[in-house]
């Protein structure tokens, strides 16, 4: 039986122009390029310049996903944002891309799931294509964490960068088998008793600040294998499909070990992992949309490419996709 599958019709990115390397890090912080690649694999990251907001990371990255889609800004009947750094408190910075595109018609929203927030938004998103009240979506994963760092504490200073990604989504009738294209399956959780682990010490309701994020680097990457291995596990299961089965794994770019270890814990072949993180960072919501991006614009996932995505954040969230391009 035929069904409505949520087909990914472009993809695109914007990264801000300002690069800083580990040697710059190591000017003022205690580090050295050294410790932060053996630790995490990264060696840049882009940063905001100032006034650069996440707004204008994300118009860029949606300008960008609907050129390669061949579509209009005004096809679009809904937009959902990822963001943890969101430009305000409200409104919702989705609002503001909508705006931004000329768009004053159907609706915009963010989600807020941090690292796991693109994974969330491209489930939600395919919730309201699949149930065939709305056509076209763009989906968009964009932080500026740079804003949120203590820039005096190596342990996480050190780890990200800022960016956005998105997708275009399109609701389109597929025979309903996993050949399908769009998206397969999606799984999403979420434990809230590991907030403290990874976290913003602060927020309109608490301290009336932004703050600064606080991790417990050890307690972070202890959980994250397991967790992410749940949800690919899920995937696997929902699907019939499998490691030997998928041809890319794009995973949350948060830490190259993390990466390697969940990959090898689940039989993934290291040629089928993209890994952006060492030019990146850890971009949290951007970081998959980034990734999928620059795998499809130098040739590596194709039509037809069964692509597992997953990512872990704090709270902790953790969530995973399979989506055939």
């Known amino acids: ?17 300002d690069v800083l390397t580990n040697e710059d890090l190591s000017k003022t912080v ?8 053996q630790r995490t694999g990264i060696r840049s990251r882009h940063i905001a310049a100032p006034g650069e907001l996440t707004s204008d990371l994300a118009i860029g990255a949606a300008r960008a996903a609907l050129a390669d889609a061949g579509m209009e800004a005004g ?10 750094t969101p430009d305000y408190t409200f409104p919702a910075t989705a609002t503001t891309v909508q705006a931004a595109l000329g ?3 159907g609706f915009a929203f963010d989600v807020q799931a941090v690292c796991s927030g693109f994974v969330y938004a491209l ?5 309201f294509l699949v149930s065939g009240q709305h056509k076209r979506a763009l ?6 964490f740079s804003r949120i760092l203590d820039w005096s504490d190596r342990t996480t200073c050190v780890l990200f960068g800022d960016g956005a990604g998105a997708v275009v989504l ?5 025979p309903g088998a996993t050949s399908d294209r769009g998206v397969i399956t999606t799984h999403l959780r979420s434990d809230g008793r590991h907030r403290g682990k990874l976290f913003v010490d602060g927020g309109p309701s608490s301290t009336g600040a932004v703050g600064h994020v606080r991790m417990e680097g050890r307690e972070v990457f202890r959980h994250a294998v397991g967790m992410i291995t749940d949800v690919i596990e899920a995937a696997f299961a929902a699907t019939g499909e499998s490691a030997d089965t998928i041809d890319w794994f794009v995973p949350h770019q948060a830490n190259r070990r993390i990466i390697d270890a969940s990959a090898q814990k689940l039989g993934i072949a290291p040629a089928k992992v993209v890994v952006t993180v ?10 998959i949309p980034l990734a999928l991006a620059e795998a499809r614009a130098d040739g590596r996932i194709k039509d037809g490419d069964l692509v597992l995505l997953e990512a872990m954040g704090g709270g902790f969230t953790w969530a995973s996709a399979l989506v055939r391009w």
């Open 1 to 17: 039986m035929s069904r409505l599958r949520s087909v990914v019709r472009g993809c695109g990115s914007y990264l801000p122009a």
């Open 30 to 37: 205690d580090t050295s390029d050294d410790w932060i690649v």
């Open 75 to 84: 096809e679009l009947d809904l937009i959902v944002l990822a963001t943890a």
């Open 103 to 105: 768009i004053t018609h």
């Open 123 to 127: 489930s939600i998103a395919d919730k």
């Open 139 to 144: 989906v968009i994963g964009a932080e500026t």
């Open 170 to 174: 399109e609701a389109q009738e597929q």
């Open 278 to 287: 060492d030019h990146h960072g850890n971009t949290s919501a951007a970081s």
